[in-house]
């Protein structure tokens, strides 16, 4: 996921992991970034690429606890939450506790895996519980005091890899070569995402979300 929007304020990164979107994200970033993971590993390893960096903190934080949220005193104009919430038992006390978290003006960012037909080998082995369809993560947004400013499909061609590898070949892991040959074929296949039956679905939902206020 590419960011080409700049985050004013203070912005959360929940469920940081070893900073794969967190690199692009600090560059769209101009105020304070917060960096949060559950795995004191990952944090560690957080620490050594932002090291030096300023305007960086990193935390701890497990989104689903309510002494973590607690210790937090900050509140965020933006909060990010990508491919995260599909790993979470419960995804509602999560997006609950986001959004305490969250400015009266800010807004929620989540990406989460789409279309319960794609659940398959792949998912098991990366831990998640589930896969979701516009309308359960609209019921689960509508569950909380947010309401959604936008809701739309990403990345229509990884559907065909990711039900080829986990569906029918049953692989628990990504092919590397295969891989590396799709990320080559990016910038051509951005072309054709212009059109909007291919934006009509994706292997990835994203919702933008405000609190109601």
Same mark, same amino acid.
């Given at each position: 996921m590419r960011f080409n929007l700049i985050f004013w304020g203070n *912005?959360?990164?929940v469920g940081s992991g070893i900073g794969t979107y967190s690199k692009k994200l600090y560059s769209s970033v101009k105020g304070n970034l917060f960096l949060t993971d559950i795995d004191y590993? %990952? @944090?560690?390893?957080l620490e050594n690429l932002f090291k030096n960096k300023k305007k960086v903190t990193i935390k701890k934080l497990d989104i689903t606890s309510k002494k973590d949220i607690q210790s937090i005193k900050n509140k965020f104009d933006t909060i990010i939450c990508l491919n995260v919430l599909e790993h979470i038992e419960d995804d509602l006390i999560a997006l609950k506790n986001m959004s305490s978290l969250l400015s009266d003006t800010g807004q929620i960012i989540l990406? *989460?895996?789409?279309? %319960?037909f794609l659940y398959n080998s792949l998912d098991i082995a990366m831990s998640h519980k589930r896969r979701y369809s516009k309308k359960s993560l609209?019921?689960?947004?509508? &569950? +909380? %005091? @947010? &309401?959604?400013?936008?809701?739309?499909?990403y990345n229509f061609f990884s559907i065909f890899a990711w039900f080829i590898n986990g569906n029918i070949l049953k692989k628990r892991i990504v092919n590397k070569t295969a891989y590396s040959l799709f990320n080559k074929l990016v910038p051509l296949l951005r072309l054709f995402e212009k059109y909007k &039956?291919?934006?009509? +679905?994706g292997i990835s939902l994203i919702g933008i979300c405000k609190k109601n206020i």
């Open positions: *912005v959360l990164d590993k %990952n @944090l560690k390893k990406l *989460v895996p789409a279309h %319960n609209k019921y689960l947004i509508h &569950s +909380t %005091n @947010l &309401s959604i400013k936008c809701l739309f499909f &039956s291919i934006r009509l +679905t």
